[in-house]
């Protein structure tokens, strides 16, 4: 027995130190680019996704939205939950390195039977028992079960990834969808002042046709204006409570409304939003490093599905008491122990096997271009977000020039008409005019905030937070530390 136990221990180790059929991981290729286009002068090394999410915005309403969608988010808690089952199933993937353990115990009384199985008993009527452990190990010759492990472990971190990608996702919503929500109340803002821009012309209008000096025809089109300009507030009341339902929703709660202070106007963002290194952007986006990850997944596929053609290796151990009758289960002859080795493998199943590897190595490869191709689409991201923020700067600049142009129009018109210079149609057109530019320069204000969320999302901002830092500071105290870089 000694020598036998020798033996097993040296043939394990042999055994262990077996090859590892399928190929080595390699991290697939994405070049990326010295500079983002769009972005001015050369790259630096420090970028916007190096700061938490509290510090790119300051509205303190909409850090508390942000915290109760991390906390309540419905979205959010469907991908923690793809985690944990994600981590169960590499838990259960590395169990495979440890012999299974088991036991078996039976009892039965009966005529020519033992344990429910027929026998020659002699036509005797007897009781049986048996009771023993088991133990049964894959030696993992062909790397098997590292494949296997690897493959869980890259299952795992792309679904790490991907909750990430929802939590960044989930803070630049609900920064968006409040965002929009303050331009909707500054395009209601200014269909107010309209309205009582019109209600004053009327005014102006009725006045001269009680004196005899206008028509009835001026006073119906300046009617039909006010009414038009009047027909947006209800209009954007509805939008708004639709905005603030959108957001009860990534908050996870019922409808209902959303408190808010400051106006869109009033909403600021750092002054300095350098986009950083392109070559970092594939080392922190999360749906970039969980393309990856699937690509590791794959790739250990491939050596799964090699190693299903050569044998599988085991040992089995059973030691245990057996007897029939009853009475003699303490007799020390009728104890029962076994110990065996097996090795399973496949002859020929008609090529089967040789295409599931061929299969794998087809899924590797479309998750290696799938991961080019969103590097490929995190540079476009970040691209598109810097040259519109750029763009939108001279927009704007042209925008408030118009305002102001028609703002003028609209008060030399009135002045022109109260001296009798000029007729009502001036007037109207100045004021109608001014309307669709407002609000045009009320977009651009929105958009020039938005594309600073964009592109904060583009970066994979936050991504040196810790998960348990992703909820942010609590109200009035000092925001927690970054997790280390790695």
Wanted: proline fraction near 5%.
């Amino acid at each position: 027995m000694r020598r036998f136990g020798f033996g097993a221990v040296l043939a394990s180790a042999c055994l262990l130190s077996g090859c590892l059929v399928g190929p080595r991981y390699q991290r697939p290729v994405a070049t990326a680019p010295p500079v983002f286009r769009g972005q001015e002068g050369e790259a630096q090394k420090a970028s916007i996704a190096d700061l938490p999410w509290w510090e790119i915005f300051q509205d303190e309403a909409l850090r508390g939205l942000i915290r109760t969608a991390i906390a309540n988010n419905n979205d959010l808690r469907i991908a923690a939950a793809r985690v944990e089952q994600a981590r169960q199933f590499a838990a259960q993937a590395h169990s495979d390195y440890y012999p299974g353990v088991g036991y078996e115990a039976g009892i039965s009384g009966g005529k020519n039977e033992y344990l429910g199985t027929l026998i020659d008993g002699g036509g005797k009527t007897r009781g049986a028992v048996a009771v023993a452990l088991g133990a049964t190990w894959e030696a993992d010759v062909w790397g098997r079960i590292r494949r296997s492990n690897e493959y869980a472990l890259a299952a795992y971190l792309a679904t790490e990834q991907g909750r990430r990608g929802v939590l960044l996702s989930l803070v630049s919503n609900v920064a968006q969808a409040y965002l929009e929500l303050l331009e909707l109340d500054l395009r209601l803002e200014i269909a107010h002042r309209n309205v009582e821009s019109f209600r004053g012309s009327l005014k102006i209008f009725e006045e001269r046709l009680n004196g005899g000096t206008a028509s009835r025809l001026e006073t119906s089109r300046a009617e039909a204006a006010l009414a038009m300009t009047a027909a947006a507030v209800p209009e954007l009341e509805r939008r708004i409570a639709i905005q603030e339902n959108q957001i009860r929703i990534l908050l996870g709660a019922l409808p209902g409304p959303i408190p808010r202070k400051a106006t869109l106007l009033e909403q600021t963002f750092p002054p300095e939003v350098p986009a950083g290194l392109p070559s970092s952007l594939l080392e922190r986006r999360p749906d970039v490093l969980a393309a990856e990850s699937s690509v590791r997944a794959a790739n250990a596929q491939i050596g799964i599905a090699a190693a299903t053609l050569f044998p599988r290796i085991g040992l089995t151990a059973l030691f245990g008491r057996a007897s029939s009758p009853l009475e003699e289960i303490t007799a020390g002859r009728l104890t029962v122990w076994s110990v065996a080795g097996a090795a399973t493998g496949p002859i020929w199943e008609g090529g089967s096997i040789r295409a599931r590897k061929r299969q794998a190595v087809a899924a590797w490869e479309q998750a290696r271009i799938e991961y080019e191709q969103t590097a490929l689409g995190a540079f476009r991201d970040v691209s598109n977000a810097l040259i519109t923020r750029e763009k939108l700067e001279a927009v704007r600049a042209r925008q408030l020039e118009a305002v102001k142009a028609y703002q003028t129009a609209v008060d030399v018109s009135l002045k022109r008409y109260t001296a009798g210079k000029s007729s009502y149609f001036e007037v109207l057109e100045a004021q109608q005019e001014l309307v669709p530019a407002e609000n045009a320069l009320a977009q651009t204000e929105l958009d020039r905030r938005l594309v600073i969320v964009q592109l904060y999302q583009a970066l994979g901002g936050g991504w040196n937070l810790s998960n348990a830092h992703w909820s942010g500071p609590p109200a009035g105290s000092q925001p927690p530390a970054p997790a280390p870089k790695p």
